[in-house]
């Protein structure tokens, strides 16, 4: 079993490698002469050496991705073109804001889900299994946007409950907090919550197409103790696995989310750097998301090859 | 006496997703004493499995208990709140389901789901029930008993798996034991042993049971009184004794003299004066999935217009050589030799003209023919891809190979799906006709089919070898149809080839050890056949029974 | 052993044969209505897609247009008209492009084996890495933005599900009975894939082109919201939610019916795909205890 969970984790290495050269590739290699595509129509030759010089695009490729590399090991994530700031002082600013949606989020849509889930499995086929399926349907395939801006309208403008801004400062209590973020940690929990739900409930009913389970049934056990003592066990690999999907999804809701409620979080940032094409901002928030979204998934696969019995107890 | 079990006018009906109701059990009554064991037989289709779990109130998924009363313990379980149904399961009736693999849950230890139901119905507590299964590990001879509990299923062997969930059946001491084919999916060596554990256990603790099979013979060694059913009805009911031996009903008689005899007291063939040049050898083939290596050094002649009969347990070896003859799987070392010829290992390299003088049949004809095509583009596409035919030449060459297998022309419009397992392995088996090949391998072609109509298929092809001089490989699993058809016997286990000769020298004395083991295995239409082989390998010395 | 009923199933007409559900009727119902309006839409607005029909910014419903005007003094229903067909046709060509390059190298991948399957999957692996937004966030920024980049960009990043899919199902059907056959009667890679395996894929196939379908809608109009995809004076529902959303607070509408509309068109075309699926689907052993 470890030799498996090593071997994932050097694979989970791998990728991360392979995403940074992905990253480096799309922002500097593909467009061709980035100055050039930076400068757009406006471009004179003077300005174009200068921001050449400036980028480093005089030297090669490779030389330059090492450059960048050796950088991001060290912490330092470059200079943006836009504001000449370091970059890694603007994130630090704003990583916070974003970490505190993403986190409230998934402290509130896992257990929701996961219980809404296992309570639609036991009663599947029933009336509420079937409103739960059809109104989780819908709710996937609705923006977040949708949603942030029918909760907006509801309790920001027509009854003032809360806040439409999740501007926090650090002399707000308790409630000025939760009138703050309740918005945005509600939609962005409605975007996972649906999905999170349908996928723990097939997982589970999956199982119960499954002989042993047949078996189980025929021993006259109740349905609550099948659901949580006999198909779950055997389901917790795939729900891990969407746990770890929807909290990477996250990634993308939030920059939904952010701008809806104006949260001067790290997307914000990604967002304004991809309209002024501040390519080192670009390049250091893409990877930042990137290597959370792959770690979450190397933490679902390593979690699911722990619980698998088979692999726990070789013959 | 007590009767356990009654079962009135039962109707079930079933249907396929989102589709109608139809009845699949007609009228059917039945009933079971305390010790008695009945036997349900009929081929698959004739709702013997379906009847089974109605004596626990119980339909699968996609059918439904439409009318009927049955009657446990004295009263009509059809008529209590479905809850209190439910809590009869794995109390007063328990179930052993066809393959203990599938129905062991891999993500829990075997002792907690032994001990589960009784545990549950608050029988006792935890610590007594598994003293209590302790006892009866010891009863079904498993190993290691004190420990066996602490094991995942993945951790035991597929025969004592089965013999664990007779002990899980076993544990809440029922009063009405339902097995479901509870043997068919082992190797034949591993079913003799847990044919007695089940015989012994339902003996010892005086349980009535039903148990559902197709094997005939499986039949004659544990049910005291038979029931035969067919499409869903009964078609006749007696004592063992009656219906094996004088049975009334045409079809009961149709299914007797389906039942092939034992291996060595067939009649043999005289053996030919000299053995024909072979058509096909493979020499010294071995081939290996990954580091896995499947076959060992193994070589087989096929001679002109013969049958080579291969048999082996499952994970012996025999499909893939198949494979590795048609090229499909990959060899390592050896050759492959069509009428002197060494063939290119892979498929892809081979000539036409080999492709088409060696075809090969597959064992599942459900998976064998393409759900998307009809019949007419499955048997047309080898007659236009090997010899050209098109148009009105391609239709009559179609309708001619239709006839040969015995099938209707109106069939060549027809899907797969529209077919039933018989006339799809017909048609699986013309479509290799149709390339008018010199050599057939077919992977057991029969072991699907009902026995019925594996004996029909077996009719045909020997009529295709005596009239068109076709050479087969013939794989199974199954002794006695092998011994039938097969003018040489190759004999595999683990991946080599350990007899090998005519049929009539590899049946005869003396046996090579494995093929012993192999042939007593194979249940006897015989009451008290279990009991005999019992005493018998107890005499032989072990080292002979491991082969 | 199972007694599974063998029946045909009788034959009646096409629409009772169907089986369509209520939901799923009414999501065909709106999807038909949307379609319809991308194709006459043009002819039947009561203004142009970009035309200023009133001094009167962010007019609520009934005055100015029936459905309001926008920021720009726009009418609502005029460019909510013109946006479908924007919304639509670039969902349609992005979604053809996702299947085009997913399903292609999906079932190379599956059929060819080896070396091929390898280095793809691990790029596609690779590929996957990323959410899906980032990855496009990135080639927007590094190319700036136009349709064709849009199109190509979400297009190539959603092959990557299609291509994990279409492999597994070309594998899946590969190894069986009937595709071994037809290997050893030596019929050659184009046959099998043509002949053997996508005519059983079918089914699947369309389930996915309609998810996919339903999710370049999402993330085009997302990225629309986001003010990186569709630009002014276009109209695209997506862009119309993002230019009105200021309105919310002085009471317009003009922000959350375009939001509507894209959730209407998503939600039918789900619903749609989920009755499609469900239909092959058959009751469980957990319904059958309570009988």
């Keep these: 079993m470890y030799k498996i969970i090593l071997w994932r984790l050097g694979q989970g290495l791998l990728t991360l490698f392979l995403a940074s050269v992905i990253i480096f590739a799309a922002t500097e290699i593909l467009p061709g002469d980035v100055a050039e595509a930076i400068l757009g129509q406006s471009r004179t030759e003077e300005a174009l050496a200068t921001l050449r010089e400036e980028m480093g695009l005089n030297r090669p490729a490779l030389v330059r991705y090492l450059d960048w590399l050796n950088g991001l090991l060290t912490g330092d994530l470059g200079t943006s073109l836009a504001t000449k700031r370091p970059v890694a002082d603007m994130i630090e600013s704003r990583l916070w804001n974003t970490v505190r949606l993403a986190l409230l989020a998934a402290a509130i849509s896992v257990p929701l889900s996961l219980s809404l889930g296992l309570w639609a499995a036991m009663r599947a086929g029933g009336r509420i299994d079937k409103t739960l399926a059809v109104s989780t349907l819908a709710l996937i395939a609705v923006p977040e946007f949708f949603i942030g801006l029918v909760l907006m309208k509801l309790f920001a403008v027509e009854l003032k409950w809360l806040s439409a801004t999740a501007n926090t400062r650090p002399y707000y209590d308790f409630w000025d907090n939760f009138r703050a973020l309740a918005l945005p940690v509600a939609t962005l929990s409605f975007a996972v919550l649906a999905h999170m739900m349908r996928m723990t409930r097939s997982s589970v009913i999956n199982i119960f197409t499954s002989p042993y389970l047949e078996m189980a049934a025929l021993k006259g056990l109740p349905k609550r103790h099948l659901v949580l003592r006999h198909a779950l066990p055997n389901a917790l690999s795939p729900i891990l696995t969407v746990i770890a999907l929807n909290l990477s999804y996250m990634v993308s809701g939030v920059i939904i989310v952010e701008t809806v409620f104006g949260v001067p979080g790290l997307t914000r940032l990604l967002i304004d750097g991809v309209t002024l094409r501040d390519i080192p901002l670009i390049q250091a928030c893409a990877m930042i998301f990137g290597s959370v979204y792959i770690l979450l998934n190397l933490l679902a696969d390593v979690l699911s090859i722990m619980s698998n019995p088979r692999l726990r107890y070789p013959k | 006496m007590n009767t356990i079990l009654t079962i009135k006018n039962l109707r079930v009906e079933g249907r396929p997703p989102g589709g109608a109701y139809v009845p699949i059990v007609r009228d059917v009554s039945l009933s079971v004493k305390k010790g008695e064991v009945l036997a349900l037989i009929g081929e698959s289709g004739s709702g013997k499995s379906t009847i089974s779990l109605t004596a626990m109130g119980f339909a699968r998924p996609g059918c439904r208990i439409a009318k009927g009363e049955v009657w446990l313990n004295g009263r009509d379980i059809m008529q ?212 896995v290596t499947i076959l060992h050094d193994v070589s087989v002649d096929v001679p002109k217009g013969s049958v080579v009969g291969v048999i082996g347990e499952s994970g012996s070896g025999k499909s893939t050589l198949a494979r590795v003859i048609a090229g499909l799987t990959p060899l390592k070392k050896g050759t492959v030799t069509l009428e002197g010829q060494t063939l290119p290992h892979n498929v892809k390299d081979r000539g036409r003209q080999t492709l088409q003088d060696c075809q090969i049949v597959f064992q599942m004809a459900d998976t064998a023919l393409n759900p998307r095509q009809r019949i007419r583009d499955i048997l047309g596409r080898p007659l236009e891809f090997y010899k050209g035919l098109k148009g009105q030449k391609r239709s009559e060459r179609i309708a001619e190979l239709l006839e040969l297998v015995d099938l209707p022309p109106s069939f060549a419009s027809r899907y797969p799906g529209e077919l039933s397992g018989g006339q799809k392995q017909r048609v699986n088996l013309a479509r290799a006709l149709a390339a008018e090949p010199k050599v057939i391998l077919c992977d057991e072609v029969t072991s699907a089919l009902d026995t019925v109509v594996a004996a029909g298929v077996i009719e045909l092809l020997k009529s295709l070898r005596d009239r068109l001089g076709i050479s087969y490989i013939f794989i199974s699993h199954d002794l006695s149809t092998i011994a039938d058809f097969a003018d040489q016997i190759v004999v595999m286990q683990e991946g080599r080839v350990v007899d090998q000769g005519p049929a009539e020298q590899v049946f005869r004395p003396p046996y090579h050890p494995y093929t012993k083991l192999l042939l007593t295995s194979v249940p006897k239409m015989r009451q008290g056949w279990l009991e005999e082989v019992q005493a018998g390998r107890d005499a032989t010395p072990s080292h002979l029974v491991q082969g | 052993m199972s007694d599974t009923p063998d029946v045909s199933i009788q034959q009646t007409s096409t629409l009772s044969r169907l089986r369509l559900t209520w939901t799923a009727a009414i999501a065909g119902f709106i999807l038909l209505i949307w379609i319809l309006l991308a194709v006459v839409g043009p002819w039947i607005a009561p203004h142009g897609e970009a035309e200023i029909i009133s001094p009167q910014t962010f007019a609520p419903i009934g005055e100015g247009g029936i459905l309001g005007t926008d920021k720009l ?38 059929i060819l084996k080896g070396g091929f399957d390898i280095v793809v999957s691990r790029i596609v692996e690779a590929f996957m890495a990323f959410p899906s937004t980032m990855l496009a966030l990135v080639v927007i920024g590094a190319f700036g933005t136009s349709q064709t980049v849009l199109v190509l960009t979400v297009g190539l990043v959603m092959s990557t599900s299609v291509f994990r899919v279409s492999r597994a199902l070309g594998y899946d059907i590969g190894v069986m009975d009937f595709v071994e056959a037809a290997r050893a009667r030596g019929e050659g890679t184009w046959w099998i894939l043509t002949r053997e395996i996508l005519p059983n894929c079918m089914a699947p196939l369309i389930a996915e082109f309609g998810l996919r379908f339903t999710f370049s809608i999402l993330f085009l109009s997302g990225l629309s919201f986001l003010g990186l995809g569709v630009q002014e004076p276009a109209a695209d529902w997506g862009l119309m939610v993002q230019e009105n959303v200021g309105g919310l607070f002085l009471g317009s509408s003009a922000a959350l019916i375009p939001a509507a509309c894209i959730a209407s068109l998503t939600v039918s075309m789900n619903l749609l795909v989920d009755w499609f699926q469900q239909r092959q689907q058959g009751e469980t052993v957990l319904e059958k205890i309570d009988e």
């Design chain 2, 80 to 291: 209590i709140p479905p809850a209190e149904r439910h809590a009869l399961r794995g109390d007063e009736v328990s179930y052993v389901a066809q393959s203990a693999a599938a129905s062991f849950n891999p993500a829990l230890r075997i002792g907690r789901q032994v001990i589960e139901a009784p545990l549950w119905h608050g029988r006792a507590d935890a610590s007594s029930l598994t003293q209590q299964a302790k006892t009866l590990y010891r009863k079904l001879d498993l190993p290691n008993p004190d420990t066996i509990g602490d094991r995942f299923p993945h951790q035991v062997s597929g025969g004592q798996l089965q013999r664990l969930m007779a002990a899980m059946a076993m544990s809440c001491s029922p009063d009405l034991l339902i097995l479901d084919e509870p043997t068919t999916a082992l190797d034949v060596t591993t079913q003799v042993e847990v044919l007695k554990a089940f015989k012994g256990i339902i003996h010892d603790q005086g349980t009535a049971a039903i148990y559902v099979t197709h094997d005939l013979a499986v039949v004659a060694q544990v049910a005291d009184r038979i029931l035969v059913l067919k499409n869903g009805e009964i078609v006749e009911e007696g004592a063992t004794e009656q219906i094996l031996h004088e049975p009334q009903h045409d079809y009961t008689k149709t299914l007797m003299a389906a039942v092939r005899p034992a291996p060595h007291l067939l009649p043999q063939p005289a053996p030919a004066a000299e053995t024909p040049p072979p058509v096909l050898s493979a020499r010294n083939v071995t081939a290996a999935y990954g580091a």
């Design chain 3, 73 to 110: 003094g726009r009418d609502v229903l005029s460019r909510l008209i013109y946006g479908v067909r924007t919304t639509l046709s670039l969902a349609l060509i992005t979604t053809i492009i996702t299947f085009v390059f997913g399903v292609a190298l999906g079932f190379a991948a599956a």
